[in-house]
């Protein structure tokens, strides 16, 4: 073990230490220090230069006599998935697939070789499950496979070895964490693995005209166990998202140097696989209570896309001196400043109160213009009115108790308005004279006040 060194490395920003730490120096993150070996004789640190050696003795090219990229596109079959990807399968990209354990990423990319496997082959490379469980899956599945080759092994030297025998078209990595190259001494899923790993598809991808799509597992805290580093060397990044014990998921693209990262894709996890979901407002709504204190619904965007959701709040009198707080599906600073905003406009008296947040159906929501309907849950629950079933509220909060306008008002109107909303509350600034929308009733609101007499008509 001459010219060795063990090394812990930080997995967030690969700030390295001599000694084990619990909280990174660099980039505050706990717990984030994996051990490493690295390799002091200089020659790995050729090796590593060297795949990288296809971009050196380049030259220059005028800007006009550049041609436009044609991006070959290829379906999954799973038209969602094809959106946030920005249409389809780039050949010769490289797509990174992040998501918890058991969250559905091997399902959805066993249901995608069948699609793919039309015009192209595929190779899909288990680390992680033996070939009778994929063969098990597939059935489940119904995925027949008749262009995929199944590979289950975790030596990256050897799995480049079958794929220039098999010639793929398309490479699955499930997952980059349980690969290994022969030139790095310490261990799967160290950061200096998991980028040797990743570089040697990324050369093989650009060089060979190969889709790749890696799977990557994140940790708790919802960052890619592995370097951060991993993200920027992919051509896009999709993350795979929702609460395990109910059956939605969403796709969405955190990176796409392809497409936009506005779409998300939404399914429904059945026992025959991912199923896609073309009106996710429908789903998210149908265990809505009803004649409930507490409850408001919103239109939010998700990209492009107008989802309506359902918000719920639960006032009590506070347990304890230091009030409880806990929010689901709603970011805590958004929650605390439209508490703040509530309790010093309006003098209602939230901080004897324990307040509990939560967006049925576990989307998350991070747009401001969720913002009336979480005060509108809160006065309601605090005041024990019930907002009527038919309403929706769309519309941001200053900090002085004004509503401001939101961008695509009519889009989120229409929504709620198809599936049958009939009245909707949405900032005075945003009602122009030719905004308006069948079957829905639509009412301005300039502040908070407005918002309690509204309530208080109930
Ligand atoms: N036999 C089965 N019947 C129905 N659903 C299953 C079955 N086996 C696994 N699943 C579902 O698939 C999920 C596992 O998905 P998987 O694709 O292996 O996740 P990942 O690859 O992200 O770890 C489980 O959480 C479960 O919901
Ligand atoms: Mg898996
Ligand atoms: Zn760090």
């Known amino acids: 073990m001459k010219g060795l060194k063990t090394v812990y490395i930080c997995s967030e920003c690969e700030y390295e230490s001599m000694k084990w730490l619990g909280k990174c120096p660099k980039c505050n993150s706990w717990n984030s220090f994996v051990e490493d070996v690295i390799d002091l004789s200089p020659a790995p640190a050729k090796k590593l230069s060297a795949s990288m050696a296809a971009a050196s003795g380049a030259s220059a090219t005028h800007f006009s006599e550049l041609d436009f990229p044609e991006y070959i596109r290829s379906s999954t079959g799973i038209s969602e998935l094809d959106r946030v990807l920005g249409g389809g399968l780039v050949t010769g990209s490289v797509v990174l697939l992040s998501g918890e354990p058991g969250i559905g990423k091997s399902t959805l990319l066993l249901q995608i070789c069948d699609c793919l496997g039309e015009s ?38 050897n799995i480049l070895e079958q794929a220039a025998k098999i010639k793929p078209d398309v490479i699955i990595v499930d997952s980059v964490q349980t690969m290994y190259s022969d030139k790095i001494n310490s261990s799967p899923g160290s950061v200096s693995n998991v980028k040797e790993v990743a570089m040697a598809f990324i050369n093989k991808a650009k060089t060979e005209d190969i889709s790749i799509i890696l799977v990557g597992h994140i940790n708790k805290e919802g960052s890619i166990a592995g370097p951060k580093v991993l993200e920027h060397m992919v051509d896009a990044v999709l993350s795979f998202e929702g609460d395990k014990r109910q059956s939605y998921r969403i796709i969405r693209a955190n990176k796409n140097r392809f497409g936009s990262t506005n779409e998300i894709g939404v399914f429904e996890m059945t026992d025959t696989g991912l199923r896609e979901i073309v009106n996710p407002s429908e789903m998210l709504l149908a265990d809505r209570p009803s004649d409930a204190s507490g409850n408001c619904a919103v239109c939010t965007l998700e990209g492009t896309r107008p989802i309506v959701a359902e918000i719920q709040a639960l006032v009590t009198p506070a347990s304890s001196p230091a009030p409880r707080r806990t929010s689901n599906g709603i970011d805590y600073n958004r929650t605390y400043l439209i508490l703040a905003v509530l309790e010093k406009r309006l003098g209602l008296r939230f901080s004897a109160n324990d307040v509990y947040m939560n967006v049925i159906g576990g989307l998350q929501i991070n747009e401001p213009a969720s913002d009336l309907a979480i005060a509108l849950a809160l006065i309601s ?5 019930v907002i009527p079933d038919d309403l929706i509220a769309i519309g941001e909060l200053g900090l002085a108790g004004e509503c401001r306008g939101v961008a695509c008002i009519e889009q989120r109107i229409k929504e709620a308005a198809r599936i049958g909303f009939t009245r909707a509350l949405i900032p005075h600034g945003n009602l122009t004279g030719n905004l308006s929308v069948k079957g829905i009733e639509l009412i301005p609101v300039k502040n908070v006040y407005d918002l309690l007499l509204y309530v208080k008509k109930q």
Do not use: P
Not at 129 to 142: C, I, N, T, Y
Not at 381 to 385: E, I, N, R
């Open 120 to 157: 192209k082959k595929v190779l899909y490379v288990s680390g992680e499950e033996s070939s009778g469980q994929l063969k098990l899956r597939a059935k489940r599945l119904q995925v027949i496979g008749s262009s995929l080759y199944i590979l289950t092994e975790t030596n990256i030297e």
């Open 381 to 385: 629950s605090l005041t024990d009115k």
